[in-house]
């Protein structure tokens, strides 16, 4: 018998309580959701498998991804599901009460194996924050990171674009991140996608970063 409803106003729960971000895959037989819970200090991100009939097969709060209290919310992550069905997130991750923070890689299988340790990958670019981070999935099943990156030292703040690559076990496929960037203008990425034969295509937009800050409607696409 499944869980889901036919009546629109009555919803399934998968849980209840203060969340932030929930978000959710389709795999063929199942689904992933992700969310992250808030607690007195911080968010903190867990990941829920739920079957076709909407009954959840990990335990009710869910599978906790990384138990560091966070002071500040996750503003922006990603979830994608690789070609053997196993979840890959990215999301910012902050040593508590510090201004240090990078982005953290999972791949979680189905099982709820961290495939790639009980830490992830530690996208970390030298001299600059990231956040924002976008995935996408390549036909070798290898995993590319996008995230929007700003000097730290920069009183102006100019945002470039970090890129990164692993392969399907989590090997750093690139020995040096690759930076899209700029120390005139602010580039923001918007998407990405795999070519054909194994590059890269992203989108992303510029726009000046001197008060009142003219934008600009071109939209810049840069393969790899």
């Not at 890689?105 to 990231?130: A, C, N």
């Not at 795999?194 to 992303?204: R, V």
């Amino acid at each position: 018998m499944a869980q889901w409803s036919n009546d629109p106003s009555v919803n399934t729960l998968i849980y209840q309580g203060g969340i932030h971000g929930p978000k959710i895959v389709t795999v063929d037989n199942f689904y992933y959701i992700s969310y992250f819970r808030v607690t007195p200090n911080g968010h903190i991100p867990f990941l829920q498998k739920v079957n076709l009939n909407g009954f959840a097969e990990w335990p009710y709060d869910g599978l906790l991804i990384n138990d560091r209290n966070q002071p500040s919310i996750y503003r922006q992550y990603d979830i994608k599901v690789d070609n053997d069905n196993n979840a890959v997130l990215a999301f910012r991750n902050e040593e508590a009460y510090t201004d240090n923070f990078y982005l953290s890689v999972y791949e979680i299988s189905s099982e709820g194996e961290f495939l790639w340790g009980e830490d992830g990958k530690r996208f970390d670019l030298s001299g600059y924050k990231e956040v924002a981070p976008l995935l996408t999935i390549n036909r070798d099943n290898s995993v590319t990171v996008m995230a929007q990156a700003y000097k730290k030292d920069s009183l102006q703040g100019y945002f470039n674009i970090g890129v990164n690559k692993y392969s399907s076990s989590g090997e750093n496929l690139w020995e040096e991140y690759s930076i899209v960037g700029s120390d005139s203008l602010n580039i923001v990425p918007i998407g990405m996608v795999s070519s054909q034969d194994g590059g890269l295509i992203i989108l992303f937009r510029i726009y000046d970063v001197i008060y009142p800050y003219s934008y600009s409607d071109i939209y810049v696409i840069t393969r790899f």
